[in-house]
């Protein structure tokens, strides 16, 4: 069955510090999607990255970097020198490709604090 | 930059009322899903629309729930007779390929049931 773990709850960092968020998924397929978005205050879900299973780069967008590990079923996400803008609750979701209808499972979230 | 349009953005019902939430999908779009969050957990998928017919439904689509694109422009969410605890944040999303290029979610209703 596909599942996706984000085990860290709730994260408080100060300004500057720079933080992982953990995401660990199941699936039985081996074409599969994963997906960051970050839901700020205001309710709104906002699209970070994508990246396919076959595609194990890392990739650094400005402050934010992802770390995708097939062999620890992981895709990690960390905010380098935080900002309190980055403020959010962070969701990591899968998508099986050849599953019918493409949906989109998400994890329980993670929600980061960034204090001045 | 195309978006996708959700309306309301609140909506406030009383218990056994009927509730239509609008979607307008993004125009090239061929996939729709609808999401539920309830306050405070995560996104639960609910349904996928595809060539005018759920593909996919969720153990929460119960008969309460059902889908319609009526005019194909439009994608709308229907509850019957809506339950204090489907109040809940509902997102629309599109997508043009399955599983391929990120779902497209609308800003999201917040469905409030009193």
């Known amino acids: 069955a596909q599942k996706v773990t984000q085990a860290q709850t709730e994260i408080s960092v100060v300004e500057k510090e720079d933080v992982t968020l953990d995401c660990v998924y199941e699936?039985?397929?081996?074409?599969?999607?994963l997906f960051w978005y970050k839901q700020p205050p205001s309710g709104e879900l906002v699209f970070l990255i994508r990246?396919?299973?076959?595609?194990?780069q890392n990739e650094i967008s400005g402050r934010y970097s992802w770390n995708f590990q097939k062999s620890t079923s992981s895709f990690n996400f960390t905010i380098t020198a935080s900002q309190v803008v980055d403020s959010a609750v962070y969701f990591c979701?899968?998508?099986?490709?050849?599953?019918?209808?493409?949906?989109?499972?998400f994890g329980q979230g993670t929600e980061l604090s960034v204090k001045p | 930059e195309p978006e996708v349009t959700q309306t309301p953005s609140h909506q406030v019902t009383q218990m056994g009322q009927e509730v239509i939430l609008r979607c307008v999908p993004i125009s090239n779009h061929l996939y729709f899903y609808w999401y539920r969050q309830i306050l405070g957990q995560k996104v639960e998928f609910l349904v996928s629309?595809?060539?005018?017919?759920?593909?996919?439904k969720s153990e929460i689509f119960d008969d309460q729930f059902s889908v319609e694109r009526p005019d194909g422009s439009n994608f709308t969410l229907k509850i019957r007779s809506t339950k204090l605890e489907d109040s809940a944040m509902y997102f629309c999303a599109s997508m043009t390929d399955r599983g391929g290029p990120e779902a497209f979610f609308g800003q999201g209703t917040r469905l409030t049931v009193v």
């Open positions: 629309f595809y060539n005018n017919e759920i593909s996919e």
């Open positions: 979701a899968l998508s099986e490709v050849y599953y019918q209808g493409g949906k989109l499972i």
């Open positions: 990246r396919n299973s076959f595609d194990e």
């Open positions: 699936t039985r397929d081996t074409t599969y999607y």
